[in-house]
């Protein structure tokens, strides 16, 4: 199962985690995997790329294990209000995208959101 814990600061969305195998397929042909993957890839570079954001990723590659966090979706951080709520409006996405999946791969996937500060 993957679990994904999304990480708020008085309600913005500013980074994730992502850990563990779907087990949804076989390794190499896991399409749930491929999706989480393609998502997360497209949110990373919509961010760094469309709003010039630094974005702070760490990804493992024997477990896959995936950290991200972007200080641009917080207000102290981000002076540009419109480029802040952008960023966090992005990650905000990407969760209710996770959360419809789930509907469907309950047994793969877990979602969560954990309220702290950056």
């Known amino acids: 199962m993957t679990t994904i814990t999304f990480y708020k600061s008085n309600g913005f969305y500013y980074g994730f985690e992502e850990k563990g195998h779907t087990g949804y397929g076989e390794s190499g042909n896991d399409i749930l995997c491929a999706a989480l993957s393609s998502m997360t890839m497209f949110l ?56 419809d999946l789930v509907e469907d791969y309950y047994d793969f996937l877990d979602v969560k959101e954990l309220e702290r500060d950056l």
């Open 44 to 99: 990373i570079n919509a961010i760094e790329v469309s709003y010039a954001c630094d974005v702070n990723y760490q990804i493992d590659e024997e477990t896959t294990d995936i950290r991200v966090t972007v200080k641009s979706a917080l207000p102290k951080y981000e002076k540009d209000e419109k480029k802040q709520f952008a960023v966090s409006g992005l990650i905000q996405a990407y969760f209710f995208q996770l959360m």
